[in-house]
Structures are given as structure tokens and as C-alpha cells.
């Protein structure tokens, strides 16, 4: 799978919208860009995954380049709960032999403050 | 369920005895898969299920670690002989065939 590139923290304030970057340079044509997080002592938690066209779930939105090199997940509205490590993940989706493994980077630590 | 189930939520054990640790994934779910996260640390991949069969196994750090899946449900990870770098937050996750995993809210282990 292809490696993600993030970085280790960012901050946001509450009611603004958190803008959080992920590099993908080497992603394959079949490699789709998951996001998920993790929220302190809790398991990680799905968060939305695209592989070219943008999307938005009730939790956010996934902006992905052009030529699918970098994305952005956006957070509309972040809310002091939103406070969590992000994580960035490509995979493939059909076949080959990452039989669908997610390999978690050290994410980017997102600090959302009053 | 729901959600995926493990269980127990917490387990000390002593150093040199064996433990097994229980996944109960969303049914119908046919993948499942193991992760451990040390305190401070990123999630490392253990082991994958397709069904009963494990086809990838990369990641079980010693043969102390093993693990099982019947009925193409219910899995077991099992550590023998443990020991205090065992100590860790063990995490299942499950999916259908390549969609988005949803995952326990783990079992946190203690080797004292």
C-alpha cells in the first residue's frame, strides 16, 4: 500500500472548520484514500474514503486532488469532541495481496480549543 | 450486534501466564482483523481472517501469539508465556470483503 504523509499536529478553533492534509504521491489507479480517527481510549472510528471524486458524509468531506496525490479532510464546524488523532490510510479495495490490510501511520494529533 | 464486541474490556495477568482474548465482529461480516497499540504508539496489524482462514498472519510478533476463528465469526487471540511487553490495548476490527472496518473498543492488557 501506498504510504500517507501527515502532519503530527494541528490545531482549530471550536465553530471553525478543521482543514487537515494528507500527501499520497506514490497512490496507485485502485488505491482509494481512507480517513479515520481516534478519539482518546477509544477504538479508531471510520470517518468517510473516496478514490477520485470528491465526498461528504454527515461527518465531513474528503477533497482529493486531481491527480490523487494529496487530499484534504475537512472537519465543517469542529466542535471540542472533534479533538483526535487523524489518520490517513490508502488501500486498495479489490484483490492483490493487502487483502484489504489498513496500515495506520501516526496520524495528525488535531487539538480543537474553546 | 451492533458493533464489534470484545472482550474482557481489561485483563491483568501475571508475567509466564497464557491469555485469551475474545472478538465477537457485526455479523455477517466476513473479514476480521487484529491490531495492538502500545501506550503512545500507532496501531500495529497482527493478524487477518477471511472467514476461518487466516491468509495473513505478517504480524504476529512471536509464536507465543496465535489466534482462531470458527464459524466464520467469533475469534480468539491467544498469548502464551506473556510478558511486560505484551502490555498493550488489543483491537479487532471487522468489514465486508473490502468496505470501511469498524472496530472494538478494545481489550487493555496488563503483564505485571
Known amino acids: 500500500d501506498a504510504k500517507t504523509t501527515q502532519p503530527p499536529s494541528m490545531d482549530c478553533a471550536e465553530g471553525r472548520a478543521a482543514n487537515l492534509p494528507c500527501n499520497h504521491s506514490t497512490i496507485s489507479g485502485n488505491e482509494y484514500v481512507y480517513w479515520y480517527r481516534q478519539i482518546h481510549s477509544q477504538g479508531p472510528q471510520y470517518i468517510i474514503h473516496g478514490l477520485k471524486n470528491n465526498e461528504t458524509n454527515e461527518m465531513a468531506s474528503l477533497i482529493i486532488t486531481e491527480d490523487r496525490k494529496s487530499s484534504t479532510l475537512i472537519l465543517p464546524h469542529a466542535t471540542l469532541r472533534d479533538t483526535a488523532v487523524y489518520y490517513c490510510?490508502?488501500?486498495?479495495?479489490?484483490?492483490?495481496?493487502?487483502?484489504?490490510?489498513?496500515?495506520f501511520g501516526q496520524g495528525t494529533i488535531l487539538t480543537v480549543h474553546p | 450486534g451492533a458493533g464489534v464486541s470484545q472482550s474482557p474490556s481489561n485483563k491483568v495477568t501475571e508475567k509466564g501466564k497464557d491469555v485469551e482474548l475474545r472478538c465477537d465482529p457485526i455479523?455477517?461480516?466476513?473479514?476480521l482483523y487484529w491490531y495492538r497499540q502500545s501506550l503512545g504508539q500507532g496501531l500495529e496489524f497482527l493478524i487477518y481472517f477471511q472467514g476461518n482462514s487466516a491468509p495473513d498472519k505478517s504480524g504476529l510478533p512471536s509464536d507465543r501469539f496465535s489466534a482462531e476463528r470458527t464459524g466464520g465469526s467469533v475469534s480468539t487471540l491467544t498469548i502464551q508465556r506473556t510478558q511486560q511487553e505484551d502490555s498493550a490495548v488489543y483491537l479487532c476490527?471487522?468489514?465486508?470483503?473490502?468496505?470501511?472496518?469498524?472496530f472494538g473498543s478494545g481489550t487493555r492488557l496488563t503483564v505485571v
Open positions: 476490527a471487522s468489514s465486508l470483503a473490502f468496505a470501511g472496518y469498524t
Open positions: 490510510i490508502v488501500r486498495a479495495n479489490a484483490g492483490g495481496t493487502s487483502y484489504g490490510k489498513l496500515t
Open positions: 455479523s455477517g461480516h466476513t473479514a
